[in-house]
């Protein structure tokens, strides 16, 4: 007999599906004439239909309905969102671009995530009560790191393609994946410090032979297998605390990620290209291989203890060192990665939106919270985290970063989002819970779960909107779209929607301008339109499949787009 199962599987499936076909009858004009992206929508529907106000997603009623269950949901979730995702945007950099731009990412990794790190904790400081400096460069280092899918969104979405030159759009990228796996040691360190600080009764139970030097580094080699269990004061002093910073996070976490994830993204290269010699690979198995490699990878580094962020990164990037695998999935005109991104962001972002601390956000008597002080906060989270880092460094950048425009740019469009709800859950794992430590790791663990989502969701927003507002500043002033460094599209359908920043050359093609995705820094190029397209080394050049320009017919229909380009262009 026919029966109502309204259960939280089918209450969450039919939502999702929901958004996502209605967010999809209207994604063109939500996109690239709205510029809103996923992020913002979906987080407001998470919202709405979450806890706070309609109750249908709630996550405590998921599975066994657990009290403590919503932690580890939360970042498996954000492990898997970000990891794959990663990997996707390793791939999609020119070949070799860490090689190339190993200048430009040594600064983005070190001066600036530093200055970042003790600006964001400054602002911290000065708007969070009850918290001491340690406790407050704990919080700081979840938000230091720019998440790498917001800032995908934004190096790679249609307001770029029409406004933002693509060495910055790259670097942009490039710093976003690597940065947010790159946040361990600014987080260990803090954590290192406050766990072995030396306190009365700090320690008792540790061994006194970490008190020297030498003692620090035995000790940090005989507890590396059971440091995942060991939270609150252990003792030791500064020497241990530097020992296993030095130990546990450079080495195992930093630097075996950065080996793991090389081998295992250069010899799946190795492996997928000996399989399409022999045409054993079928479509799409080919294109979903960096999805495959994402799991694989943060399954894997779960399992072993380090870092499975950066090492999905430096994967997509060994993936395609040498550009093949770029330009094979160009071929296939693979629209399957970017599809993959899409529903991760849409289920990702809805599950935020479902679990804000709306109750957390405003408590006097408790952490001190209140939304004044959150206001504050965003407002100088947003003003000085990371626009003065990059004023300071980007003159060492230029041919990323090419005046200060760019760098007001970069330095702005900074997000936080995922990354730090990641950063949020993984540190709840590393001190005790809520009344089970001393005063200052009580007060950290009731404040940092506010302070990180709050800045999360003013970050989607503001950044969110900002891309629009940008664009009704450029409109008004008539700043003109980049057409330069153009390509030919092939077209998919007569249905498809016209590209950002792109014009129709005839029935078949698209030319587009300023696109994101290149194999290899050199390429032969499209019409360079504008003031530069008189210059001798700049004439008309196309790039063609070999034996395209064989017939007068193909002659004459590049000759028809060449015209209809020029024409665009003036």
Known sequence: MPSLDVSELNIVLSILGAFIILYGLISVKIKRQWYLGEALPAVALGILLGPIAAKFLDNSRWGSGGADQQNPITLGIMRVMIGLQLVIAGFQLPAKYQQLRWKEMLICLLPVMTIMWLCTTLCILATVPKITLLAALVVGSCVTCTDPILSQAIAKGPFADRFVARPLREIISSEAGANDGFGFPFLMLAVYLIRHADIPGAG??????????????????????????????????IGVALANWGLE????????????????????????RFALRRRWVDEESYLLFPTALGLFLVGTCGAIGTDDLLACFVAGNALNWDGQYLAETEKRHDEVNSSVDVLLNFGGFMFIGTVMPWDQFHDPQGTGLTYPRLVALGMLILAFRRIPAILITYKFMPNVCKNLSEAFFMGYFGPIGAGAVFYLEHTRHLFPE????????????KAIGPVVYWLVLFSIVVHGLSIPALNLIYTYYGVQPIQEDAVELKRKSIHVATPANAIEGDKETFIAYNRFSRQVFSQDELPILGREADKPSNRLSWRLDPGDTDSIDEEKRIATIRSRALGYAK
């Open 204 to 237: 008792e139970h540790t061994s006194e032979a970490a008190v020297n030097a030498t003692g620090a580094v035995i000790e940090a080699v005989k507890a590396l297998a059971t440091r995942e269990e060991e939270v609150g004061r252990l003792g030791g002093g």
């Open 249 to 272: 996070t450079w080495l195992y976490i930093v630097l075996l990620s950065v080996v793991y994830g090389a081998v295992v993204g250069y010899g799946g290269d190795k492996i997928i």
């Open 434 to 445: 809520i009344g089970k430590g001393d005063e200052e790791e009580t007060n950290l663990m």
